[in-house]
């Protein structure tokens, strides 16, 4: 059974015993009382008179389990068939069913209306039916259970790619017989293959390291809604959510997810939806005017995730400032097309006049734009709406390349004529860690508690397994 989420009110006794033991040890009630407001102090501890970053803030009351969890990551979808291979002989059952004996390999794998027909590799076939969760894993992983099939040391290859864990073809309810991937794993498993594909292969340890307790927080958290919800994955391997790309051979990636086992970062005793981009450009942005909360989801409130102005370490960064120059017409068709996608009333535009920031947060980052079009009406949009619907395709349009891009939602936009010129700072969303940021403070010699908490400031980082 996988690990069971817990919160640990704990800390108080620690505490007063270790003031204690520091009043004794002195001459003057004032000492011990400088003791105190030492270990107050989250994250810090006093060693010959200097406060020194332990990295785990002490006292806790982070989130707990009870033994390190799996994750869902849905890596293909909606197939109708595939090749699944792996080493030695594969077991193939329903999800959760008994252990079975194992075939030879490859399998190749397809949907029809009558369910999941598995071939094996000597021909012979057997057809699991509608809606029949199935199941794949070596042999030797079928009697372990998810926990523990980290230390088994085998990848399953799905496709062309591998990837640790077991896999599960989970059947779609409707509409042409297909299927979706997804891979059953410990975290720890997970990530190294998340950390291989966020950052540059050389970069400094510390942001890898920076970077795996962001990851495992923010996949934590998603787990613990697509639970709730019922879900049968809890992420995407894409930038849906944080690029996956299966077993990683990167060590330090390895090294850093290992280096940092079970740290996360909490708010007030909660998981953070711990966002990340590649370049801030040097403004942090809010969640709450990233994403405005049409569906009031409480978690782009979280204080550790508003924008707040801080020094910043990403002016190497090849998008750290950009300029992109469109047609009006393309402007316009793009975003009426991404407005009626998503309902909003910009779809009404007509010829777009002039964009306006209506708001800046506290790193003078814009909050919300203004588009004044042709026929005197407007509309108010955020940051990544103004973003994606630049970036929306439309089947008549070239297609968005990296020149014609729109990178960020911190943007200036003159309207002269029939030309539209943007000139932006960073790349992605700006919410969270910037990647590039933490590269540079890592060059910086800073170690990656301190890196995370000028991130997402007021968490706190525990060891939650």
């Not at 990295?55 to 849905?74: H, L, M, Y």
């Not at 069913?97 to 009558?114: I, K």
């Not at 309207?415 to 940021?437: A, D, K, L, N």
Request: glycine share 10%; net charge positive; with cysteine.
């Amino acid at each position: 059974m996988d690990g069971t989420r817990k919160v640990v009110m704990g800390g108080n006794v620690t505490l007063w015993a270790r003031v204690m033991r520091a009043a004794r040890s002195v001459a003057t009630l004032a000492l011990a009382g400088a003791a105190l407001a030492a270990l107050a102090v989250p994250g810090c501890e006093t060693v010959d008179g200097i406060r020194r970053d332990t990295g785990i803030d002490r006292p806790s009351a982070g989130v707990k389990f009870a033994a390190e969890p799996n994750i869902r990551v849905r890596v293909m979808k909606d197939l109708s068939k595939v090749t699944i291979g792996g080493p030695g002989m594969i077991v193939v059952r329903p999800l959760g069913g008994a252990a079975a004996q194992g075939v030879q390999g490859p399998l190749q794998v397809e949907a029809s209306n009558l369910g999941t027909s598995v071939r094996n590799g000597l021909g012979q076939t057997k057809t699991y039916p509608l809606g029949t969760t199935v199941e794949l894993l070596p042999s030797q992983m079928a009697g372990q259970p998810v926990a523990g099939r980290a230390t088994a040391g085998e990848s399953m290859v799905v496709g062309d790619t591998a990837y640790p864990g077991v896999v599960q073809l989970r059947p779609k309810g409707s509409g042409v017989p297909s299927f979706d991937v997804v891979m059953d794993m410990p975290i720890e498993s997970y990530l190294p293959g998340v950390l291989e594909k966020e950052l540059f292969k050389d970069w400094p340890r510390q942001t890898f390291e920076a970077q795996a307790v962001a990851a495992r927080t923010y996949a934590l958290f998603e787990r613990d809604r697509a639970r709730r919800d019922n879900k049968p994955h809890d992420v995407e391997s894409t930038d849906a959510d944080q690029v996956f790309g299966g077993s990683a051979r990167n060590t330090r990636a390895i090294e850093a997810v290992r280096g940092t086992r079970g740290q996360v970062m909490s708010f007030r005793g909660q998981l953070i939806r711990a966002y990340f981009s590649s370049q801030c450009g040097g403004r942090q942005a809010s969640a709450e005017s990233a994403w405005p909360p049409k569906d009031d989801r409480p978690f782009n409130h979280v204080g550790a995730v508003q924008g707040k102005k801080r020094e910043h370490w990403c002016q190497k960064s090849p998008l750290y400032r950009w300029e992109v120059v469109r047609h009006d017409d393309d402007v316009n068709k793009r975003l009426r097309a991404y407005g009626r996608a998503t309902g909003a009333d910009f779809a009404s535009l007509t010829r777009l006049r002039a964009v306006e920031v209506v708001s800046r947060g506290d790193s003078e980052r814009p909050e919300k734009y203004r588009l004044r079009d042709a026929a005197g009406s407007v509309y108010e949009l955020s940051p990544e709406e103004l973003r994606m619907g630049c970036n929306h395709p439309v089947p008549e349009l070239p297609p968005i390349t990296r020149e014609n891009r729109i990178n960020s939602g911190d943007v200036e936009v003159t309207v002269w004529g029939s030309e539209v010129r943007i000139r932006g700072r960073g790349f992605g969303h700006g919410v969270g860690m910037c990647q590039y940021c933490a590269r540079g403070m890592a060059e910086a010699r800073m170690d990656w508690p301190t890196m995370l908490k000028t991130f997402y400031p007021g968490v706190v980082i525990d060891k939650a397994y």
